[in-house]
């Protein structure tokens, strides 16, 4: 009975190394339409709770507890947007301008801008002075929308 156990054991050891090693070097094995798929759920994740808190101010629903989790999850997705268009992710199925790669300190610029507009949001939200959420709201539109202008190529009709 050990004999049976101590291979089970042995068995889930290795499994389970096996797993780790895969899942800490997918970056490795990546490829380029991985990462926009990546990055375009980075990116939805960030619409998302841009939609929830435009939903708040406008009225939309009683949840405003929610404001500040979701201004605390966007803060959060702000620290890792620059980083989802890594070298090779240039291609296929992306909104992504070549000028991303082109001109990466301006695109730095524009997601410091961004990141900056998120972290005051956020800094707002955790004040909970509401007089003051539209304008921090804004100002991270007027960051968003900075960076779809000069970096995301426009939605055809």
């Keep these: 009975m050990s004999f049976k156990i101590s291979t089970f054991v042995a068995c889930a050891t290795l499994s389970c190394a096996v797993l780790a090693a895969l899942t800490f070097s ?20 960030i619409g998302g709770h841009m939609g929830g808190m435009a939903s708040i101010i406008k009225g939309q629903t009683g949840n405003k507890a929610n ?21 090779g992710s240039d291609f296929g199925e992306t909104q992504a301008l070549p000028v991303i790669w082109e001109k990466p300190d301006d695109f730095a610029k524009a997601v410091k801008m961004f990141q900056s507009a998120a972290e005051n949001l956020e800094k707002v939200a955790r004040s909970g002075d509401m007089t003051k959420f539209g304008e921090a709201f804004g100002g991270l539109g007027k960051s968003c929308k900075n960076c779809h202008e000069n970096f995301r190529e426009k939605k055809k009709q």
């Design 67 to 87: 404001f500040q989790t979701h201004a605390s999850g966007l803060a959060a997705l702000s620290k890792i947007a620059g980083s989802v268009f890594p070298d």
């Design 26 to 45: 997918a970056p490795v094995l990546a490829d380029g339409d991985g990462e926009i798929k990546y990055r375009q759920f980075v990116m939805k994740s």
